[in-house]
């Protein structure tokens, strides 16, 4: 499958990294836009992603955050859920393959093992999966706000996610990786926040 990582020039090493965690998959680098807020910077690198996928008429894009990391055995379980989310394309418009600060999950489905929740409320933008019926849909709620984040940088494209039907799955398929968040500006135990809000669907 092809995927695009958001990466910046100056983490080559978050670009490698993410090679060897994904050797399954066709890897396309998307260089991410540099803004002085990074919240905006990334908003802009997810919408020049999606454009770059419609440009070249793929028919879905699994878009990566380079400090995405992957659960053991994912790739059979992406099977799982890719099976679920072609079957019921009227549940929902964007797949995040996991979150933190979930509200009021809604179950919607079930499949092998795996629970489908529209929560009305759930953040986090490092495994997006997108097919091409929601591309203008996207490009067109992205292009308007996008710009507030400049000022309010809490409103970034996770946040702006919640707009639509974005589905997450029990268990996760992917956390991000614990370290230095470049849109935080800090450290953070990334892994750590994403284990709390899986345990908490359970």
């Not at 990334?42 to 070249?56: D, E, G, P």
């Not at 999950?105 to 929601?134: M, N, Q």
Request: charged share 25%.
């Amino acid at each position: 499958m092809e995927a695009f990582v958001i990466n910046l020039d100056s983490r080559p090493d978050r670009w490698l990294m993410m090679k060897k965690r994904f050797p399954n998959f066709k890897l396309t680098r998307i260089p991410a836009v540099v803004k002085s807020v990074p919240a905006y910077g990334n908003f802009l690198s997810m919408i020049k992603a999606i454009k770059l996928a419609k440009k070249r008429g793929l028919d879905e894009i699994l878009i990566l955050e380079d400090d995405c990391l992957p659960v053991k055995g994912f790739l059979n379980r992406w099977a799982s859920i890719k099976e679920w989310l072609d079957l019921n394309p009227d549940k929902w418009d964007v797949y995040s393959g996991g979150a933190h600060k979930i509200i009021l999950p809604s179950l919607i489905g079930e499949h092998k093992s795996i629970k489908f929740y529209d929560p009305v409320w759930s953040v986090a933008a490092h495994w997006i999966y997108v097919e091409k019926r929601s591309y203008n849909k996207l490009l067109a709620h992205y292009s308007r706000y996008c710009s507030g984040t400049q000022v309010v940088p809490m409103l970034g494209v996770d946040v702006h996610n919640n707009f639509f039907k974005t589905v997450i799955s029990y268990p996760f398929i992917a956390y991000q990786d614990s370290g230095f968040s470049d849109i935080k500006k800090q450290k953070r135990d990334t892994r750590k926040i994403f284990r709390n809000a899986e345990r908490g669907l359970k």
